[in-house]
Each structure stands twice: as structure tokens, then as C-alpha cells.
T-cell receptor, first 115, second 115 residues
């Protein structure tokens, strides 16, 4: 079956522009996570959804970052007024349930470059 | 708060030799522990996980890891390295019990296999 998909795979934008990153989770997965991975680092948590409810946004670095999952499926991570420090790999993961024991399945990521 | 320390950002082994990737964690509650592998231009793939029960867990591709609470460690091993094992490996921890099941990752260890 299809895995987690993310689009675009690569995004180059100019400083000050807004970007929207999309995540399409595995069908039926209720939990969805966003992570950010800088070069040479492990992924860092940004935000978490259970169905359409954003349960935890403690990892969002500032108010330029926001995320939504309006119908409990596809999610969009939006970065407003991008800055060079926002350049990173943005990864989405989904899991079938809300227990910590459930595997998180990761998408291929979106590589964001802010020039 | 939880944290993960992976000793060695780069590890090189000869083909056929033992693979040992080290991971130590810090957690104030009983942890769930994971090892993920990342191949170039691909998403993170789960190798194995420890939740409860047997402390020696076996994963895919011949890898295994042992949870040692007294040492707060979860080292990854494989008896005989194969060229296809060359990749980046991430150890991660999450909390058991209720709440957000965000993964906290280490910085990763890049494994090279020498023919």
C-alpha cells in the first residue's frame, strides 16, 4: 500500500515568502506528526495531530509556523515570512493509533531552502 | 524531559565484522525506545523498538538491541556487517503513558562498511 507522501519534495524560496508543505498520511492513520531535521542532526518535533485536533504544538519555533489538518487526513505546515534559518528537511510521520507503542511511518521529507 | 545521546557520529566497520552503535537515553518516565535507519534520499524506516517485556529485541535485517535500564542504554548490534547496511542510524525515545508521543532523536550515527 501507499506510504506517507509529502509535497513538494524540494522547495527553494526567497526570504520573506510564505511556503506551504503538504503531508498525505497513510490511509486510516489517526495520528500525524511534523518534524524538522537540520543537516547533521536528528529530526526535532514540531507538532502533533490526533485526527483533526492539534494536540501538541510545543515544538513550533515561533508564530511564523502553523499547521492544520482540517479533515483529519492531509496536513499542511505553513511557514510565513521565511528566513534563512528555516532551511531544513521537513518530515511528516503518521501512526495508526495514539499509543506510543505504535510505529511512526515517515515520509520522504520536503527539503526547504530559503535564499 | 527526554534526551538521547549517540556516541560516535561516524562508525566504520569491515564487511563481515560486528556492528555496534551506541545509544544512551535520559527519561523521567519509563521509556519506549526505537532505532530508525535512513538511506540516502529516503524516509526514516523503523528497525526495531522496545516497549515492554523482553529486553532483547530483534528487528529487520539482522539487527537487534538490548534495553539495559541500569545503564540507560539501548545499543544496536548486528553480528556481521553487509555493504547494504551503510546508512545513517537514529536512536529515539518517547514516553510511555498518556500524552504526546513525539519522538526525541539522537543526532545520528553514519555507518560505513568497508569491503
Amino acid at each position: 500500500g501507499a506510504g506517507v507522501s509529502q509535497s513538494p519534495r524540494y522547495k527553494v524560496t526567497k526570504r520573506g515568502q510564505d511556503v506551504a508543505l503538504r503531508c498525505d498520511p497513510i490511509s486510516g492513520h489517526v495520528s500525524l506528526y511534523w518534524y524538522r531535521q537540520a543537516l547533521g542532526q536528528g529530526p526535532e518535533f514540531l507538532t502533533y495531530f490526533n485526527y483533526e485536533a492539534q494536540q501538541d504544538k510545543s515544538g513550533l519555533p515561533n508564530d511564523r509556523f502553523s499547521a492544520e489538518r482540517p479533515e483529519g487526513s492531509i496536513s499542511t505546515l505553513t511557514i510565513q515570512r521565511t528566513e534563512q534559518r528555516d532551511s531544513a528537511m521537513y518530515r511528516c510521520a503518521s501512526s495508526i493509533g495514539t499509543s506510543a507503542a505504535y510505529e511512526q511511518y515517515f515520509g520522504p521529507g520536503t527539503r526547504l531552502t530559503v535564499t | 524531559a527526554q534526551s538521547v545521546t549517540q556516541l560516535g557520529s561516524h562508525v566504520s566497520v569491515s564487511e563481515g565484522a560486528l556492528v555496534l552503535l551506541r545509544c544512551n537515553y535520559s527519561s523521567s518516565v519509563p521509556p519506549y525506545l526505537f532505532w530508525y535507519v535512513q538511506y540516502p534520499n529516503q524516509g526514516l524506516q523503523l528497525l526495531l523498538k522496545y516497549t515492554t517485556g523482553a529486553t532483547l529485541v530483534k528487528g529487520i535485517n539482522g539487527f537487534e538491541a538490548e534495553f539495559k535500564k541500569s545503564e540507560t542504554s539501548f545499543h544496536l548490534t548486528k553480528p556481521s556487517a553487509h555493504m547494504s547496511d551503510a546508512a545513517e542510524y537514529f536512536c529515539a525515545v518517547t514516553r510511555s503513558g498518556a500524552g504526546s508521543y513525539q519522538l526525541t532523536f539522537g543526532k545520528g550515527t553514519k555507518l560505513s562498511v568497508i569491503p
